[in-house]
């Protein structure tokens, strides 16, 4: 008697019905034992294509200049994003140190309104010679 032709079925007692998903089977003419020739290939699922395209994200930019205090970055982002007193003091000085500081991340479309809030916040009361709002850019941000 001859043995199936996978390794993975030794074992199987020859001359029982052998049933799998979808294998060709042939008579041996000189055994009489079903012979089981499997393939096995794997499903073309594109874990890429089942999923939704991520919307690619942007950032606020704030960058620093010198008509615009500390108390005005602090209350502006607290009225325009909610941020904590201390969350926008952060802000405030890294926008200082740094130049610029990165105040918010989400969709374009997001973005743009909270960039535009921020330069139609106005000029900073505690400076005379402050004439706008503070500057704001958006930025793509990088790919995952």
């Known amino acids: 008697m001859t043995s199936l032709t996978n390794p993975h079925f030794n074992g199987i007692i020859p001359g029982r019905l052998v049933t799998l998903f979808s294998p060709h089977f042939s008579m041996s003419k000189t055994s009489g034992v079903a ?33 615009h205090t500390y108390d005005y970055v602090i209350i502006m982002l607290h009225v325009i994003f909610g941020y904590s007193v201390e969350k926008g003091f952060q802000l405030a000085r890294e926008v200082d140190t740094h ?11 997001r973005a743009e309104v909270k960039r535009d809030q921020i ?16 500057i704001a850019t958006l930025e793509k941000a990088a790919e995952d």
């Open 35 to 67: 012979e089981a020739a499997v393939s096995v290939r794997p499903k073309n699922r594109d874990k890429k294509k089942n999923k939704p395209k991520k919307e690619p994200r942007f950032h606020v930019i704030l960058w620093n200049d010198d008509d």
């Open 119 to 134: 330069l139609g916040f106005g000029p900073d009361p505690l400076l005379a010679q402050s004439q706008g709002s503070i």
């Open 99 to 109: 130049g610029r500081a990165i105040v918010f991340t989400s969709s374009l479309e």
